[in-house]
Antibody, heavy 117, light 113 residues
Framework: VRLAESGGDVVQPGRSLRLSCAAS????????MNWIRQAPGKGLEWVAL????????YYTDSVKGRFTISRDNFKDTLFLQMDSLRVEDTAVYYC???????????WGQGTLVTVSS | ETVMTQTPLSLSVTPGQPASLSCKSS???????????LHWYLQKPGQPPQLLIY???NRFSGVPDRFSGSGSGTDFTLTISRVEAEDVGVYYC??????????FGGGTKVEIK
């Protein structure tokens, strides 16, 4: 199992950013996927989840209406569209594949998003 | 929202000695399917988190048998039978009973004396 995030950058508050997570080594279309973030020096915070077929997606309250998780099962890629970014969204963003029951089991190395004016 | 509380905040352990980490949830993690959705992760310095234990007591693939999990309902424990230098890092518990929302504890930092 390999997960490789990309797309992290330094952006101003209010701007948008799209993260990608390229998956390999497993049947991507069979598994739910998560985005989990970690602010500098802080703990882990679950951000969003998408079911294996993309039919359902879920978000933590602080990003609802601003972030959108999606996936391309033909290209084995997970996405996180982040709009109206805030300073408090600054974090390393990890994608993670479920083991079962949405439990994150396999994690990428993460990509850093910095929101600053 | 299910709140996960971990104690202690930090732990300094002599190599070869045992370590015990606690995690308490604000509500029972026992599901009607009979499973308890409490999991443990270790984040080593500079690395992403790695799954150690899932559903209270099941070691994930490749996890050494010095790691074990126990507990039920709202109280859970991760035990390291003999701490090694490579075990340093922050340990997090996580609940997945209140799907689809997942919540993590604040973490316990383990250091070597």
């Amino acid at each position: 199992v390999r997960l490789a995030e990309s797309g992290g950058d330094v952006v101003q508050p209010g701007r948008s950013l799209r993260l990608s997570c390229a998956a390999s080594g497993f049947n991507f279309h069979n598994y739910a996927m998560n985005w989990i973030r970690q602010a500098p020096g802080k703990g882990l915070e679950w951000v969003a989840l998408i079911t294996y077929d993309g039919s359902n997606d879920y978000y933590t309250d602080s990003v609802k209406g601003r972030f959108t998780i999606s996936r391309d099962n033909f290209k084995d890629t997970l996405f996180l569209q982040m709009d109206s970014l805030r300073v408090e969204d600054t974090a390393v963003y990890y994608c993670a594949r479920e083991l079962s029951g949405y439990t994150p089991a396999y994690w990428g190395q993460g990509t850093l998003v910095t929101v600053s004016s | 929202e299910t709140v996960m509380t971990q104690t202690p905040l930090s732990l300094s352990v002599t190599p070869g000695q045992p370590a015990s980490l606690s995690c308490k949830s604000s509500q029972s993690l026992l599901h009607s399917d009979g499973k308890t959705y409490l999991h443990w992760y270790l984040q080593k310095p500079g690395q992403p988190p790695q799954l150690l234990i899932y559903e209270v007591s099941n070691r994930f693939s490749g996890v050494p048998d010095r790691f074990s999990g126990s507990g039920s309902g709202t109280d859970f424990t991760l035990t390291i039978s003999r701490v090694e230098a490579e075990d340093v890092g922050v340990y997090y518990c996580m609940q997945s009973i209140n799907l689809p929302t997942l919540t993590f504890g604040g973490g316990t930092k383990v250091e070597i004396k």
